[in-house]
């Protein structure tokens, strides 16, 4: 087992729905990440978050709202998302943001439609 | 910041021959370097790493290279089967709170 769950495992959304994803990690990492992966973008990274504090948004639009309540839990809020936002959204932690490898969880695929 | 690029993006082998994947990187100061496997509908998957102390690395059919003056490393897989059919990825980390940088992916297909 991976040690990073993500819920719902899959998604479909109108595009007015609000909607949460979320991620929990049970590895006892302080880092945990949001990738974005299609077929245009392989692994795109969205955000990422290392003791509770996000230092990376990588240019995401505003209808993608990451949350970390504490290290182990990571949310994505979803609202008026467009149909090509449709993808794989995988959740991941790392130990540290210095070198290490990092866990992925099993990915919650969204469909906007 | 760091810039891998992975080539090919598409790779189709016989079973039982050899594959190799090969990334580029861009940051001198990258010192760990893990590659990634993903079978479809599945996470990736952490396959094998190397840091940059190192020039090679072996665990059973795959191995990774380290080329650090050229700033390039390589996955090898011998003796391939159809299970090693899937999408492999390499990245880089210059470390000091640097992230993983990752390539754009090989799809690796093994004729049985």
Known sequence: ETGVTQTPR???????????????????????????QSAKKPLELMFVYNFKEQTENNSVPSRFSPECPNSSHLFLH?????????????????????????YFGEGSWLTVV | GENVEQHPSTLSVQEGDSAVIKCTYSDSASNYFPWYK????????????????????KDQRIAVTLNKTAKHFSLHITETQPEDSAVYFCAASPGAGNMLTFGGGTRLMVKP
């Open chain 1, 10 to 36: 899959h998604l479909v959304m109108g595009m007015t729905n609000k909607k949460s994803l979320k991620c929990e990690q049970h590895l006892g990492h302080n880092a945990m990440y949001w990738y974005k």
């Open chain 1, 78 to 102: 979803l609202h008026t998302l467009q149909p090509e936002d449709s993808a794989l959204y995988l959740c991941a932690s790392s130990p540290s943001l210095s070198g290490n490898t990092i």
């Open chain 2, 38 to 57: 993903q079978e479809l509908g599945k996470r990736p998957q952490l396959i094998i790493d190397i840091r940059s102390n190192v020039g090679e690395k």
